[in-house]
């Protein structure tokens, strides 16, 4: 029972005693969410301790459900030799990107512990950015010179079937003596060619390639425009250095997307997990949150300005947090449409009045409805109607100020050069709180004879 309520102190006991087969058997068993959460309860020195144990093929099974930053925790406590058995295991680009992660030292190690074909291409990859065609292809693809014959190619496929049986084939790839890319040949032309034929007669001439500096915009339009599951890449010169398949760009672009959306949330130090040192998470956190202390302030200021009028209509109190609150949900689900329509390319930065005139429509609209049914509460809470009308009327305005400022601030940041996903967020809350604190709290200025007397 306890191995199943909690099969992580299963697995401790497992790597403790050292037992390799045992240890197999027990992950074999366990659904790879478990493996994942297994796993993850561990600390660095018996998730190394784990895959030092364990072979190197199953080692590398287990670190691809670990996230990178517990695998590049792991990795560093391993012997260099080990490590690189372990990663080897892996595909060229997945090495590249858990070797980012390690101290450079440490990485230098592992990379003269491979086979040089390996730390070649891990070394290739590293000099890219992640977010590039070159840093999210793989140098494992099929490539032969173009005066190679139909029979050398099925030959070598032949011969090297173990090694080629883990690439991703669905094409292979011609180049000339200098290494430039100049044509593609479809498997099945190679199965029912003639033997006797140059792979050069049989080859798609001028296919379609993207550049190793490619952005990952410019790389998910162009498997939009067409049905490839890989492209091969290119540097300036058109030499061919490997591919790039669909499936890691839209990896890459969901990965994209939901660090734009952690952002939002004020998680701006990368990949956290609660395993990670306490110091490390809470340094993390702070950059954050000292920031906020300031913009707060601000926010805090304008009810400064107006004590006299919340002493004499206590309960406006109630309404300040309600009508914060509310704006700022109205104004984040405005972000979260202009985030997704940038980082989606269906919104051009320059588009700011076409988006501001949308977004004011739904903001009247829902500001109506939201500031109605606030009035209504507060009217007959106090029995107050003109307190309804304040309460209600600045509900509505700040709704409408909230959503304009979530849906064009994003544009207006990514024009400037700055990340949206992590600006955006604080800039709408606090000029959400500045402008309904001052909506809710003039107004009542204006009719405090008014509420005072009802």
Same mark, same amino acid.
Request: proline content about 4%.
């Given at each position: 029972?306890?191995?199943?309520a !909690?099969?992580?102190r299963?697995?401790?006991?497992?790597i403790e005693?050292?037992?390799?087969?045992?240890?197999? !058997?027990?992950? !074999?068993?366990?659904d790879p969410?478990?493996?994942?959460?297994?796993?993850?309860?561990?600390?660095?020195?018996?998730?190394?301790?784990?895959?030092?144990?364990?072979?190197?093929?199953?080692?590398?099974?287990?670190?691809?459900?670990?996230?990178?930053a517990? /695998?590049?925790?792991?990795i %560093?406590?391993?012997e260099p030799?080990?490590?690189?058995a372990?990663?080897?295991?892996?595909?060229? !680009?997945?090495r590249?990107?858990?070797?980012?992660?390690?101290?450079d030292?440490?990485?230098?190690?592992?990379l003269?512990?491979?086979?040089?074909?390996?730390a070649?291409?891990t070394?290739? =990859?590293?000099?890219?950015?992640?977010?590039?065609?070159?840093g999210?292809?793989?140098?494992?693809?099929l490539?032969?010179?173009?005066?190679?014959?139909?029979a050398?190619v099925l030959?070598?496929?032949?011969?090297?079937?173990?090694?080629?049986?883990?690439f991703?084939v669905?094409y292979?790839f011609?180049?000339?003596?200098?290494?430039?890319?100049?044509g593609? =040949?479809? $498997?099945?032309?190679l199965?029912f060619?003639n033997?006797?034929?140059?792979v050069? %007669?049989?080859?798609v001439? %001028?296919?379609?390639?993207?550049?190793?500096?490619?952005?990952?915009d410019e790389?998910?339009a162009f498997?939009d425009?067409?049905?490839?599951?890989?492209a091969?890449?290119?540097?300036?010169?058109g030499r &061919?250095?490997?591919i790039?398949?669909?499936?890691?760009v839209?990896?890459a672009?969901?990965?994209?997307?939901?660090?734009?959306? &952690?952002?939002?949330?004020g998680?701006?130090g990368g %990949?956290e997990l609660?395993?990670m040192? @306490? &110091?490390?998470?809470?340094r993390? *956190?702070?950059?954050w949150? #000292?920031?906020?202390?300031?913009?707060? /302030?601000?926010?805090?200021s304008v009810?400064a300005l107006?004590?006299?009028?919340?002493a004499a209509v206590i309960a $406006?109190a109630?309404f300040?947090p309600?009508i #914060?609150?509310?704006?700022?949900?109205?104004?984040?689900?405005?972000?979260?449409?202009?985030?997704r329509e940038l /980082?989606?390319?269906l919104? *051009?930065?320059?588009?700011?009045?076409?988006?501001?005139?949308?977004e004011a429509a739904?903001?009247?609209?829902?500001?109506?409805a939201?500031g109605?049914?606030?009035g209504?509460?507060?009217w007959a809470?106090k029995?107050?109607?003109?307190?309804?009308?304040?309460v209600?009327?600045?509900?509505?305005?700040?709704?409408?100020?909230?959503?304009?400022?979530?849906?064009?601030v994003?544009l207006l940041?990514r024009?400037?050069?700055v990340?949206?996903a992590?600006?955006s967020s604080?800039?709408l809350?606090?000029?959400?709180?500045m402008?309904?604190?001052f909506l809710?709290?003039s107004?009542?200025a204006?009719l @405090?004879p008014?509420?005072?007397g009802g």
């Amino acid at each position: 029972m306890e191995s199943e309520a !909690a099969p992580w102190r299963e697995l401790q006991r497992l790597i403790e005693e050292g037992d390799q087969a045992r240890l197999k !058997a027990f992950l !074999a068993n366990l659904d790879p969410l478990d493996v994942a959460l297994s796993v993850s309860r561990l600390d660095d020195e018996h998730r190394a301790l784990l895959l030092s144990t364990v072979s190197p093929r199953d080692a590398a099974t287990v670190v691809e459900q670990m996230p990178d930053a517990q /695998v590049a925790g792991a990795i %560093e406590q391993l012997e260099p030799g080990v490590a690189a058995a372990i990663l080897s295991r892996l595909q060229d !680009a997945e090495r590249a990107d858990l070797l980012e992660q390690v101290d450079d030292p440490t990485a230098e190690a592992i990379l003269t512990a491979m086979r040089p074909e390996e730390a070649h291409a891990t070394r290739t =990859l590293r000099e890219y950015p992640s977010d590039v065609a070159g840093g999210l292809m793989t140098l494992e693809c099929l490539v032969y010179a173009a005066d190679a014959t139909v029979a050398d190619v099925l030959k070598d496929m032949r011969l090297h079937g173990k090694r080629y049986r883990d690439f991703v084939v669905q094409y292979a790839f011609v180049t000339s003596p200098d290494g430039k890319l100049v044509g593609v =040949l479809r $498997l099945r032309d190679l199965l029912f060619g003639n033997p006797s034929k140059r792979v050069s %007669e049989l080859m798609v001439r %001028e296919p379609l390639s993207v550049r190793d500096t490619g952005t990952l915009d410019e790389l998910r339009a162009f498997f939009d425009a067409h049905p490839f599951y890989g492209a091969p890449v290119v540097d300036d010169d058109g030499r &061919l250095l490997g591919i790039v398949r669909r499936a890691t760009v839209n990896e890459a672009l969901a990965a994209r997307s939901e660090n734009a959306f &952690l952002k939002t949330q004020g998680i701006i130090g990368g %990949e956290e997990l609660r395993t990670m040192p @306490l &110091l490390r998470r809470s340094r993390r *956190r702070l950059a954050w949150l #000292s920031a906020n202390i300031v913009l707060n /302030v601000i926010a805090a200021s304008v009810i400064a300005l107006y004590q006299e009028t919340l002493a004499a209509v206590i309960a $406006l109190a109630v309404f300040l947090p309600i009508i #914060s609150d509310m704006s700022g949900c109205s104004g984040n689900q405005a972000v979260a449409v202009s985030m997704r329509e940038l /980082v989606l390319g269906l919104l *051009r930065p320059s588009e700011f009045w076409r988006v501001w005139r949308k977004e004011a429509a739904v903001g009247l609209i829902n500001g109506m409805a939201l500031g109605l049914l606030v009035g209504a509460v507060a009217w007959a809470w106090k029995g107050n109607v003109f307190l309804g009308i304040v309460v209600g009327s600045a509900m509505m305005l700040n709704t409408i100020v909230a959503v304009s400022i979530g849906g064009t601030v994003p544009l207006l940041l990514r024009r400037m050069g700055v990340d949206p996903a992590l600006a955006s967020s604080p800039i709408l809350t606090t000029v959400t709180d500045m402008c309904g604190f001052f909506l809710l709290l003039s107004l009542a200025a204006a009719l @405090l004879p008014r509420l005072i007397g009802g």
